[in-house]
Every structure is written in C-alpha cells, then in structure tokens.
C-alpha cells in the first residue's frame, strides 16, 4: 500500500504506500494446484538467471541515475507455470559497497512499496550520503528494482496518463445516489481499461509472483541469500517471498508493515487504513494547532478541521483556480497523515490559503499536464496498484456490501473513506482472475526478521505489525511509540537507527521486542 499521491490521482493505499546456488523451491509453501509447477518455475528461472547474471552499463541518460550507479535486466517469466513460455523484463541498477572487499556482506534489495512503487532510487541513498544508510552501505551493495508492471520493467497502464491527472475529479464523497452511480461507472471504466491496454498482464500481476520475481534477481545478482529492505507494501513482499523461500532469506527488515492475514488482503485492510488515516489527521490538526502562532489556523483541533471543512465546501461549490476541487484537496492533504515531513509544507500551504494566497495551494495541488513524464508515473503506480491488489484476492463483488462498509465509516473516519472506496472499487467488476492470498507462515530455514513499525501510522495500522510478528517465529518488533510517521527506518531515531544497523551487520537482534521514544516531532 503506498500513496503514490500525485494531485490527479488519490493513491492512498499505501496500499492503500521498500547470493546463487540453484536453490531448491520451495513447493509447500504455495497454495492451490499451480503451487508445485510454479515453484519448480521459480528455481528454473532462478537457475537460469544464475548463469545469465546481469550485463551491467551506465544507466540511461533519461532514467536520472548517475555514475557510478549501473542499471541493468533481469529476465523472469510472465507465469511461472510456464517458466519456458513469454518472457518480461525488470529493470534493476546498484551501487558498489563503500567499504573493502572484506567488509562487504552481498547485495541489499530495496522495494519502496506501492504497489507500483519504484526501487530504483535505492542506490541513491549512497551517492547522496545519507548518514542513515552509511553503515550499511560499507557492508553491502545497494540494489534498486522496478517489479513487474512498473516504470522500466515491461509497464503496465489503465488509461491515457493526461486523462488520469485531469483535474477536478469529482468529490469523493457522494450526496447521492446518482453520485454513487457515478462513481461506480467510473470504477467499472477503469477495470475495463486495464483490461484493454495491459490485459495480457494482469492474471500475472500478483505479490507471488513479485517475490518469484525478487529471487530471481537474487540468483542474477550471484547471491545464494536475500538480503531485503521493504516498506510499506514492501513488507507484504517479504512476509510473502519469506513464506515461499523461508530458506533463501539471510537478513529481513520490514518497516511499516501491511496485514499479511488472509482476511485482510486487500479490502478489509483498506477499510482498517481509513480508521488509521483519521487518528493521524487528528494528530496533524493538533500539532498545527499547538503551532497557531505561525499558521493561525486555529489553536485547537475542532477550529483547524473547521478551516478544512470550510475550504472543502469552498472547493466544491467552486475549484480553485478552476482544477482544485474536493478530491485533489484529498490528494494533496493525505501527505500529511503520512509523513511528519509533510506537516509543516502543507500546513504552511493551508495557511497561506486562509490568508487570502488562493494561488499557493492552487500550485501544490494541482496536476501539472506539462509534467509528462511524471504524470505517466502517476498513472502507472496507480494501474499496478490497482492491479496488484486486485489480483491477490477475492473482492467483494456485492455493491451494497461496499456502500453498507463504507457509508458505516465514514460517520466517525470522513477524512478518507470514500476516496479510498472509489479507488479500490475497480476491484469489485475486476477482469482478470483474482487468487486467495497465501498464508503467510514461519517455513524451515526462515532466520529472525527485523520488524520496524510506528504506533499510529495510518497506512499500515500498528495491528499488521503486530500479526507479522506473530506469524514469523523468531522475529523482533521494534514500536516506535506515539509516533505515526509512515516509514521509520529512513527517519533519524538512533533507538531505531542503531538497531537497524546491528542486525544488518552482525544478523544480532534484542533479547526481545524494543519500544523506542519518537524521532523528533516537526519544526513549525
């Protein structure tokens, strides 16, 4: 789940948002009859990757990744039950360890999350020096990918990336039931472009065959283990290649941390964000409030969300600057129930609004139909997470079940319901097959998991955490209490930093789970 927030598209989910002997598959881990064959697809793509290896070069001019990171391709097939059939492509790029021959550990893999999150900008964490991730860059090499369907790996689309961003959408909360019927044409139009544009794709979109996919990289990159960093749906990617490869794993960390429970995966864990989404809003709206001296928006949270509801209703009798209506005010606002870094941009935006500067907010959340090239991301993160979650499970087709749930939440969680409902309803007219999600599980071989999770994020409630950890033996949770930053190890906190580190390093976890103080609460 990862918002891959641009102002044309509300991607909340976060959901809604991270060497090679020819291994043996793992067969029992699957489920269903395609399970053995696509197992034994698995370790033939696996060990055919292993001889390939990858052809490294300067990475394209237009893909922004500067010497001396490399970028190359790795080829898996579409359907692992036909690991001879067609062939894709996933493009991935890695820096070198900056530490000596001796230092280094192998290749640490990246995935952001999303789905539909690029990894690609992994290696860029060392060209830029990030202090966090110096440590670990000494030991490893950085290893960025784009998963099946995204960006450089054989993309996928649902609609004309222009079309996509278009503003204003319609609000997302409904007044009637013709905007209910309205909404509904629009999902169903959707599900039908994917089809359209990328249907040979998406039976083949699933996390499965994502974490097929990530041990193949494994075995191209010359490592007989995985080392992985994921976050947010990332970490849905390791439970997931964790329970099909437990013996291909050497270090795991997991930060930010989706429900691998079946009941949950994906429309139950939606409905949970939106109840999240509101308790961190609420925590914005008292920090902006405890600040009123710089952003006179009210010094408490009921006169900060009157602002709101006030430029909310403003929007929708007239869109700002004819393109900033209910849904992009959505779009632009949720970055701040995501991220602590985000609270001051936008309650500094928000202020200068109420201040009479219509233009200020106009410009931040708006589309920007110029932007070509990153509207065409937008559109694309927005069709493989469609597509991903789509795929995974079963959803709900009943129209009233969706209303009954949603109009149910939205009473006492307004903030996001609705937005998210209409994101996630393509799912219920889906075209492709959809599968039942694997039960995440400890199998023979799996080491101890490194857990990371703030208390009150709100796109990966704490609870999925929490079941993670339960399910994965042996592994460590680390909370970061009264925190809600979605995303803890990128953040400066040295109880979580150190930690991070060490068991990168050394593979040494706590004698049992830690609970750490918050990393620094915004600066107004």
Known sequence: MTALGSAGALVTATLIAGAVAAPTANASAGS????????????????????????????????????PIQCGYVTVPLDYAKPYGKQIKLAVDRI?????????????????????????????RVTAKNPIWAN?????????????????????????????????????????EADKLAQRKLAREYAEGCQERSGWMLPHMTTPN????????????????????????????GAVYGTLFPGHVRRMVVDSVVNPSREKIWYQANLDQDVAFEGRWKDWQDWVAKNDATYHLGDTRAEVQEQWLKLRA????????????????????QSAPYYDSQWAPIASVFSKYVAGDTQALVDAAAP?????????????????????????????????????????????????TWANAWMNLPCATWPAKQQTPLNVKTGK????????????????????????????????????????SHGVTGLTNPCVNTRVDSYLLTGELDAADVTCTPHATPKP
């Open 314 to 333: 403003t929007a929708k009798k007239s869109p700002l600057g004819g393109v900033v209506g209910p849904a992009e005010l959505i779009s632009f606002f």
């Open 445 to 484: 071989g799996l080491p101890p998991v490194l857990i990371v999770q703030s208390e009150r994020d709100a796109a990966t409630p704490y609870e999925g955490a929490v079941e993670l950890h339960q399910r994965f033996k042996g592994s460590r949770l680390i909370t970061e209490k009264d925190a809600g």
């Open 96 to 124: 070198g360890n900056t530490g000596t021959k001796a230092e280094r550990q192998g290749a640490l893999i990246y995935n952001p999350g999303g789905p539909g999150g690029s990894g690609l900008r992994f290696p860029a």
């Open 210 to 237: 994502t974490a097929r996919d990530l041990d193949v990289i494994r075995a191209a990159l010359g490592e007989k283990k995985l080392n992985f960093l994921g976050v947010s749906y990332g970490t849905y990617l």
């Open 136 to 176: 670990a860059a000494k030991a490893y090499d950085f290893v960025g990918f784009d998963p099946r369907g995204v960006g450089k790996s054989t993309p996928i689309s649902c609609v004309d990336p222009q079309e996509f961003v278009k503003a204003p959408k319609m609000d997302p909360v409904p007044d009637s």
């Open 368 to 416: 920007d139909l110029s932007d070509t090239a990153g509207n065409a991301a937008s559109e694309n993160g927005n069709a493989v997470y469609t597509a991903v979650e789509c795929a995974d499970a079963k959803w709900p087709t009943s129209w009233q079940r969706w209303d009954r749930d949603n109009t149910r939440l939205h009473r006492d969680h307004p903030f996001m």
């Open 32 to 67: 269903g009859p395609g399970a053995d064959r696509e197992a034994r697809g698995a370790a033939i793509a696996a060990d055919r990757a292993a001889k390939a290896g990858i052809d490294w070069q300067d990475c394209p001019a237009d893909w922004n990744l500067a010497k």
